[in-house]
Each structure stands twice: as structure tokens, then as C-alpha cells.
């Protein structure tokens, strides 16, 4: 996400005769807290961008974080990730639809749902569980490697999975899974077979979010200077090519600093409730 929006912005910027100097660290860690507590020791200066792929929010929610989300500025959010369920492609193995898992579940039988990332990977299953009135007897199975979980998948082990379709797209096109719901409330056109979240009346539409923060203090005109930076980049061609080939444009990925601040605090709330259910 960072270069791809960050380069383009700068060369844009550069021929309308702003001159904007980036330097890329890659900082590694106690998945992003290690970044994270580097910005904050830094002057509220706007010098320093923290690129928050889902760092903070977690954290907080799990108790792992020594700050709040009172430290932070919000530049923008670049991408909205959209939520997918899938099961196996098998003939006779899996569940062809939702519907056959929501029934299963509803008969008394436990239905053993897939997540890899901890919280973040478990979110829309907890949440959509919860909406269906099936959370009681679901389980959900953690895994530290995405390959395994697919392979359990597809094969039985275990009833469905979480995944980002960019990440499962070629799997789905083989036939070895089927897409069972997606979190948005209209069809995608170019997935018209798979049913939604809302018009099955779950108002489950999580999905991952990735985006830019600075520390608390900062300057809103400084904030404003990044986020409108940002926006540059996201409708350069290099961007817009990006979003095509990893399958980002099927939501509005851009939120201005407010408007994420406000994700962000939702995004607490929804981990906080899978910590609990995950008894983490």
C-alpha cells in the first residue's frame, strides 16, 4: 500500500512544483507495534507517517498497545477490504452456499470456521455468526498458516474459512473452493453468484482497513497536507492499475482523517468483542 500510493503522489506533486522527500523504513516487530511506538517517540511534527495496515486497532482491542487511539492523528484510509466465506469446491465436501451452513448450525451441529491473523482474520466470522444467530455453535478455528487452512478446507476438515478474494480468486476459478458469502449489501457484478451479507438481513460489512496516521498533535494543516497528498496518489494511473490487479475497487477504499478516526474507534469495538468470544 505505501509505495504504491506514496511514489506515485510524490511524482504527481513534483510536476505541479511541489517537491515532497520520502524516505521508506521498514521497521520489524510485535506485528507493527514496534513501528508504531517509533512514531510515537517522534516530534508531532508531521515528518514522520505511520502506515497503520491494521496495526493499531488490534492492539488496543487485545491489551498489547501502550497507547490509545487518543495518541494518534488520522491522515486518511486508503483501502476497504471486502470480507469473503468460503468453503470447499468438492462435489459432496463443503457447503455450496451460506444457507447450508447457517442450517447446519441452527440443527444443533458445530460448524468450524477457518482464521488466520488472529482477530482481524476472525472478525467477519465472529460478526456474521453473531448476526445469524448461530454463535453459539460456531467455532472458530485458528491457524498460523493460510495454506494449511485452505487445505483443511477444501478437503472437510473444517466447514469454511475466512479469506480476501485477491487471495483466493485463482483457487475459486480452479474449482477447489466455492465462495459462499461476500460482507457487502449489493452483488459485485463480477461475482453475481455470490450472495451477500445484507441480503441475507446480516448488517456485517467488516473488512479490513489500511491506511496512514501521524502522532497526536500534529498540525491539521499538516494532517490536511497528507491526506489531500494521499488522494493525489490514489487517482494517479499507477494506483488505479494497482486497485485493478489486487481486486481493491470494489469499495471506496479513501477516508479523510475524520471519517477514519471514526473506523478506527468501530474497528476497537469489533475486536474487543473477538477477543471475547476467542477467550483471548
Do not use: C
Not at 521498514?26 to 497503520?52: E, H, M
Not at 444457507?99 to 491473523?117: F, H, M, P, W, Y
Not at 477504499?253 to 475524520?258: A, F, S, T
Request: no cysteine; charged share 20%; glycine share 10%.
Amino acid at each position: 500500500m505505501t509505495r504504491g500510493v506514496m511514489n506515485p503522489a510524490q511524482e504527481l506533486a513534483s510536476e505541479q512544483g511541489v517537491d515532497v522527500n520520502l524516505t521508506f523504513e521498514n521497521i520489524t516487530g510485535a506485528n507493527g507495534l514496534n513501528a508504531a511506538r517509533r512514531v510515537l517517540n517522534n516530534p508531532a511534527d508531521g515528518y514522520t507517517l505511520f502506515p497503520s495496515t491494521n496495526s493499531i486497532s488490534p492492539h488496543i482491542a487485545t491489551g498489547q498497545a501502550d497507547f490509545t487511539l487518543d495518541d494518534w492523528g488520522y491522515v486518511a484510509r486508503v483501502q476497504h477490504d471486502t470480507s469473503w466465506l468460503y468453503s470447499s469446491g468438492r462435489d459432496g465436501t463443503g457447503h455450496d452456499d451460506i444457507s447450508s451452513l447457517v442450517e447446519k448450525a441452527q440443527g444443533g451441529e458445530t460448524v468450524n470456521i477457518g482464521a488466520v491473523g488472529g482477530v482481524t482474520g476472525a472478525a467477519f466470522a465472529v460478526l456474521l455468526a453473531d448476526a445469524a444467530d448461530i454463535i453459539d455453535n460456531t467455532n472458530i478455528v485458528t491457524y498460523q498458516d493460510a495454506g494449511r487452512m485452505t487445505t483443511d478446507t477444501i478437503s472437510g476438515e473444517i466447514d469454511a474459512a475466512y479469506g480476501e478474494i485477491q487471495e483466493l480468486q485463482s483457487q475459486y476459478e480452479a474449482g477447489d473452493i466455492s465462495l459462499i458469502v461476500v460482507g457487502v449489501e449489493e452483488r459485485l457484478d463480477d461475482f453475481p453468484d455470490v450472495p451477500t451479507t445484507v441480503e441475507n438481513g446480516w448488517d456485517v460489512t467488516y473488512g479490513l482497513s489500511r491506511g496512514f496516521n501521524v502522532k497526536a498533535g500534529t498540525p491539521d494543516e499538516v494532517t490536511q497536507f497528507w491526506s489531500d497528498f494521499v488522494q493525489l496518489g490514489m487517482g494517479s494511473d499507477q494506483y488505479q492499475e494497482l486497485e485493478q490487479e489486487t481486486l481493491l475497487y470494489f469499495r471506496e477504499g479513501y477516508q479523510g482523517p475524520e471519517g477514519f478516526r471514526d473506523t478506527m474507534a468501530n474497528e476497537v469495538s469489533i475486536y474487543e468483542q473477538v477477543v471475547e468470544v476467542l477467550d483471548m
